[in-house]
């Protein structure tokens, strides 16, 4: 579920706003994610056939996730501040 559902959500957020689409930032936390999962999926996978040193790969991997997760939390907020702002300001006259 970490890996479908997470990406889903990300690329319709993104598509939602295409500001936020067009901007490097999420390529990145794309990139950081992607990297987290590989990592993950490597060490989870040692643990599963029997090698203990998949433990300290997996954790790494997890962190790294959970970092592009924060990223994009990131993101989501400076953005929807960004979009409140301009709610209240309204279009320039």
Not at 35 to 64: C, N, Y
Not at 67 to 92: I, K, Q
């Amino acid at each position: 579920m970490l890996g479908w559902l997470s990406l889903f959500l990300f690329g319709i957020y993104y598509r939602l706003n295409p500001s936020l689409d067009e901007n490097r930032a999420a390529l990145i936390q794309i990139g950081i994610w992607s990297l987290g999962v590989i990592i993950m999926s490597v060490g989870v996978g040692l643990v599963h056939t029997g090698h203990e040193a998949g433990d300290p790969i997996a954790a790494v991997g997890s962190l790294i996730i959970l970092d592009g997760m924060l990223f994009f939390g990131r993101l989501v907020w400076r953005n929807e501040r960004a979009l409140a702002h301009d709610r209240v300001m309204g279009p320039a006259k």
